[in-house]
T-cell receptor, first 115, second 113 residues
Framework: GAGVSQSPRYKVAKRGQDVALRCDPI?????LFWYQQALGQGPEFLTY????????KSGLPSDRFFAERPEGSVSTLKIQRTQQEDSAVYLC?????????????FGDGTRLSIL | QKEVEQNSGPLSVPEGAIASLNCTYS??????FFWYRQYSGKSPELIMS????GDKEDGRFTAQLNKASQYVSLLIRDSQPSDSATYLC?????????????FGKGTKLSVKP
């Protein structure tokens, strides 16, 4: 595809349920990032993959959050035992190379609402 | 704590005027700087990137970087109503090979016809 694709666009879950969010990066992009954006705030970094290797997960807010990219392409962000404070837009971004001057291109995000 | 600060606005300018958006950052080793535009309910869209001191122009947009003052700005000339959006300043966290971004909270720009 031409851009970063995320699914689902909207997800409503009850508190305590597990959710899985999918990101399909731009073809050939080595780096993949997950961000969390609360209403009225800028995106906040969650985790970073270089190919299939998760090089940084320092932004994950708790051990209920887990991300994987097993084949170095599609990535899944999983949230277990969801809480109301998990409600936010989850953005995925990819960039072509490994260097920090490579622009990141964002998907449209998944808007997660926990009831 | 590495921080990126922006005036949240809203910044209101008349159509055709110059809009000036400002951003300061706390980490002196930051090397890459980006401006993203985000329409309500949409994803951030890259507008400009800048890596060295001085000005960088692209159409109606000019990014300015002053590393000594830890300051980066975005000028939008001949502002149009379609420029009305939230503008996010982003700074690359590391000087090396990893590039997760630290974002400001964004400045909401409103261009009045």
């Amino acid at each position: 595809g031409a851009g970063v694709s995320q699914s689902p666009r909207y997800k409503v879950a009850k508190r305590g349920q597990d959710v899985a969010l999918r990101c399909d990066p731009i073809s050939g992009h080595v780096s993949l990032f997950w961000y969390q954006q609360a209403l009225g705030q800028g995106p906040e970094f969650l985790t970073y993959f270089q190919n299939e290797a998760q090089l940084d997960k320092s932004g994950l807010p708790s051990d209920r959050f887990f991300a994987e990219r097993p084949e170095g392409s599609v990535s899944t962000l999983k949230i277990q035992r969801t809480q109301q404070e998990d409600s936010a837009v989850y953005l995925c971004a990819s960039s072509l190379g490994r260097q920090n001057n490579q622009p990141q291109h964002f998907g449209d995000g998944t808007r997660l609402s926990i009831l | 704590q590495k921080e990126v600060e922006q005036n949240s606005g809203p910044l209101s300018v008349p159509e055709g005027a110059i809009a000036s958006l400002n951003c300061t950052y706390s980490d002196r080793v930051s090397q890459s700087f980006f401006w993203y535009r985000q329409y309500s309910g949409k994803s951030p869209e890259l507008i400009m990137s800048i890596y060295s001191n001085g000005d960088k122009e692209d159409g109606r947009f000019t990014a300015q970087l002053n590393k000594a003052s830890q300051y980066v700005s975005l000028l939008i000339r001949d502002s149009q109503p379609s420029d009305s959006a939230t503008y996010l300043c982003a700074v690359s966290n590391y000087g090396g090979s990893q590039g997760n971004l630290i974002f400001g909270k964004g400045t909401k720009l409103s261009v009045k016809p």
